[in-house]
């Protein structure tokens, strides 16, 4: 008896759908959503163009604030020895110019500079409320240029200073010290223990005076410190005078009339 092996077919009946290659799907994908491809794309590029326009537009407004600050500063310090109308001229063009930086290209790297360079022109100029105004801008809206901080913060004391003001001008010269790494400390320090010293304060005086000694050994402030010191201490501790310590003799009395 013989028994016949039943062999399976070779192919099984295969949906169309599986018959379609990896790479048919992904093109009838991209067909189902071409028009969500393009719009993307077209987006980005528009993004693109919109970064580029705006880095273009800062770029340009940058290179004009140089130019003015430059042209500024140009006239700042262009001061004909013999012409005195001629240097008061540049002065007022000099503001001028660093106004209209402020005013068209606020946002721009130069403008923190522009801010200081108006008030030194101010002060320049014997403007010297304008010239604190400027400072306290400065101070306000670019307080974290720590590089010229600083120096805002003197001048600003000198200004008030110029007013008779001490009580600002201190608070302006002790507000170098609250800065860290500030390189005009010790200028600070010595501007700060004089006004101590004129407002009859020898001790805060002092601390100061010292305190520059200590911290700032090569500053150029140092010796005078020094001396600020000796005179001082010799206000508080006066030494007795030579004739207060020789001993006293009593006149002879004059001898009674008979």
Partial sequence: ?????????????VGEEQLVSGLEHWLIGLRSYRWSLI???????LMGMGLWGLFWYEEQNASKAQE??????????????????????NLKEAIALYKRVLEEY???????????SLGNA??????????????????????SNT?????VYQKLGYAFLLKKDLDQAAKAYSSI?????????????????RLEESRSKPDEALKHYQELMKTYPNSPLTGESAVRVK?????????PSPASTAPTTSAPSKPSKP
């Avoid at 606020?106 to 801010?115: C, F, S």
């Fill in 147 to 151: 590089s010229l901080l600083g120096l």
């Fill in 231 to 239: 005179v001082i201490e010799a206000k508080k501790n006066p030494e």
């Fill in 106 to 116: 606020p946002r721009t790297p130069t403008a923190p500079l522009v801010q200081f």
């Fill in 1 to 13: 008896m013989t028994y016949r092996i039943k062999v399976p077919p070779r192919t099984l009946p």
């Fill in 68 to 89: 003015l600050e430059r042209e500024a500063t140009l006239r700042l310090f262009t001061r004909p020895p013999t012409d005195s109308q001629k240097t008061a001229n």
């Fill in 122 to 143: 101010y002060l320049q100029s014997n403007e010297v409320d304008s010239a604190i105004e400027a400072y306290q801008r400065f101070t306000s809206t670019y307080a």
């Fill in 39 to 45: 719009v993307g794309f077209v987006l980005l590029l």
């Fill in 177 to 193: 010290l609250d800065l860290p790494g500030a390189m005009n400390r010790d200028y600070a320090l010595f501007e700060v223990a």
